[in-house]
């Protein structure tokens, strides 16, 4: 949907105020977009928005503020990472100006001790200075004293009752539930910055073992948390403004999802710098901090750090991918939806490394390695689709017929030990890249994306098990080495991929499976351990899909901008290099190209 990116900021947050908050290049989304000027239908869209009618979004801590009042009795549960104090305080003063008495009832109180929560989530953690941890198999129940919290009701003559704070719920009042979301990209940045904590901790950790424990423990309890208590929620509320809130009643949010359901889903995308990172997406992408090293990362769909944005009246509301997952699931997936669940099978992102630096070379783990060790269900298998490339680009993929195990993990150690170059071409292969290839990873398979490439990275969902072996002697942008993983990986590195091998089986060999006057279907066959597929679908003016009761996640990667129509009648619009997901319930839809040229649009899916 084209939207403009003209906003009024209501949050009041200055550029001090941002610096202390959030440790981050990144722009905080705005509370409201404006009705100014309307982007370019070719032109990216950092803000896209699934449209409500009007009058579904609300704004501002007065109107919550209204609404807890005429309810007298709340709870207000959310996520971790949220500003709490901040929230009670905007609240508070609303409820003084009304000469109101509250029973204030934070959850954090009934906390088990931080000693007893380190003890029984140590075994999930890893070592200290291990980069993984295990899926955390505990409940969020399972951290408080919950005997005490559920006794908290007040019996004193007061106006108002209110219960806030992650787990709020457990405390079965009967009594309206507010949730309050934080995006993860805005948990990531304020852990950065140092101004929250993991749950029962009293003080904030490094970020290196605040990440490990959030993804590995804090997010397992707090999703599945979430997901229990959909239907007890009766309000639905973004927290990452510091002092404003836009929020919308439950019916409203789960129309908007049965909506999305059965029609078209573009995630809010995300920008990450990194140590490699290139300037292609600097360069291409508008509305996005241009004042910053390189981007390495464009989040374009990995569910588990992605949000879904609603607009209503211009106010914008986001809330995390998994509750569509969660209420959503069968029409999202179709035929799949019994294997995968809640799980979102399939991500797509951007690595920028276009007048940047090599990749790590690296490998991800087995099936059995990932469920074993990481407590993940599924595993890293990956493609890189060169999106864009300059001349004599390269993909390092796949052994050399002369590999020798020993030799080679003798000189990655050494390397690592003495900080010593390795001419990794003795040992790894170097393919030329070239717009439109898809290279095959599967797990064990040693890779990496050379310099000057936009890879689009077709892969299954799982995103942080990298095993590097050889990082270039680099460090990483605040100065530090960044970690090797060779145990880990030469646990899992497959080495009958070498030699001639890699070529046959690696790089995908495209094949046009059907064609008319002017547009064609390309089938690019990916591995036998990829559990998905891709098709490029070339058009010049207009192709019909049938789904098939199977998701489709899909990429204009040639051409300026197109629109889809689903069988719904929903109709939006997507610039080059936009990602979007049709669900399987959306049953067919139609592409019309806007552009002059022929339109290629890379669908994945589920074999």
Not at 46 to 60: A, M, Q, R, T, W
Not at 344 to 349: A, K, S
Not at 524 to 549: M, S
């Amino acid at each position: 949907m084209n939207v403009n990116l003209n906003y009024t900021n209501t949050s009041g947050w200055g550029k001090s105020a941002n610096e202390k908050l959030r440790k981050t290049s990144q722009f905080l989304m705005p509370v409201r977009l404006t009705n100014n000027s309307s982007i370019a239908q070719d032109e990216y869209n950092v803000y896209p928005v699934s449209s409500l009618e009007g009058g579904k979004i609300f704004n501002g801590y007065h109107s919550l503020a209204r609404y807890i009042i005429g309810k007298k009795t709340v709870i207000i549960d959310g996520y971790a990472g949220v500003f709490w104090n901040a929230i009670k305080e905007a609240l508070n003063k609303h409820f003084a100006e009304e000469g109101l008495t509250v029973n204030w009832v934070e959850t954090s109180a009934y906390l088990r001790s931080q000693q007893e929560i380190e003890n029984s989530i140590e075994p999930f953690l890893g070592a200290p200075d291990a980069v993984w941890g295990t899926k955390c198999t505990l409940t969020l129940r399972d951290l408080f004293e919950l005997d005490k919290l559920t006794e908290q009701l007040s019996g004193k003559a007061v106006d108002l009752n209110i219960m806030i704070g992650p787990g709020a719920a457990l405390s079965n009042w009967d009594a309206p539930v507010i949730y309050i979301d934080l995006p993860k990209n805005e948990v990531q940045f304020r852990m950065r910055a140092g101004v929250i904590t993991n749950i029962g901790a009293h003080e904030a950790n490094e970020p290196f073992y605040m990440y490990k424990r959030f993804y590995f423990v804090d997010w397992v309890l707090l999703n599945n948390h979430k997901k229990q208590i959909l239907n007890k929620i009766d309000v639905i509320a973004d927290g990452q403004w510091t002092d404003d809130i836009n929020w919308m009643y439950k019916a409203d949010f789960i129309d908007g999802l049965d909506d999305l359901s059965r029609s078209v889903i573009r995630v809010r995308p995300w920008f990450e710098p990194g140590a490699w990172g290139g300037h292609w997406i600097q360069e291409h992408i508008k509305n996005i901090n241009k004042d910053v090293v390189n981007y390495a990362w464009s989040f374009e769909l990995i569910v588990p750090e992605n949000g879904l944005v609603f607009e209503s009246d211009g106010y914008l509301l986001e809330v995390s991918f998994d509750f569509l997952m969660f209420n959503n699931q069968q029409e999202v997936l179709g035929l799949h939806a019994q294997k995968f669940g809640d799980e979102f099978p399939i991500r797509f992102d951007f690595l920028d490394t276009y007048g940047g630096g090599n990749l790590s070379i690296q490998c991800h783990p087995s099936l059995k390695y990932i469920q074993e060790n990481f407590g993940e269900t599924i595993t890293q298998d990956e493609t890189y689709y060169i999106l864009d490339c300059k001349d004599k680009a390269e993909v390092y993929l796949g052994f050399q017929e002369s590999i020798q195990p020993e030799e080679f993990r003798s000189v990655l150690e050494t390397s690592q030990h003495d900080n010593k170059e390795v001419a990794i071409t003795n040992y790894v292969q170097a393919h030329a890249a070239k717009k439109h290839d898809l290279f095959l990873i599967p797990n064990g398979t040693v890779h990496s994306a050379g310099a000057d490439n936009l890879v689009l990275e077709i892969s299954a969902t799982p995103y942080i098990f990298t095993f590097k072996m050889y990082d270039w002697l680099r460090l990483d942008l605040d100065g530090n080495p960044r970690p090797i993983n060779i145990e880990h990986a030469f646990n899992n590195l497959n080495f009958e991929l070498k030699g001639e091998k890699v070529k046959t089986e690696l790089i995908s060999k495209q094949e046009v499976i059907w064609q008319g006057e002017d547009w064609q279907l390309v089938h690019l066959p990916t591995h036998q351990e990829h559990f998905y597929d891709v098709h490029r679908i070339e058009f010049d003016k207009e192709f019909t899909i049938e789904t098939h009761n199977q998701c489709h996640v899909m990429m204009l990667v040639e051409g300026s901008a197109i629109t889809i129509k689903t069988a719904n009648g929903t109709k939006q619009t997507f610039a080059y290099a936009e990602t979007f997901v049709v669900p399987a319930a959306a049953q067919s839809y139609k592409l019309t190209n806007l552009g002059k040229s022929r339109a290629k649009v890379i669908k994945a899916f589920l074999k």
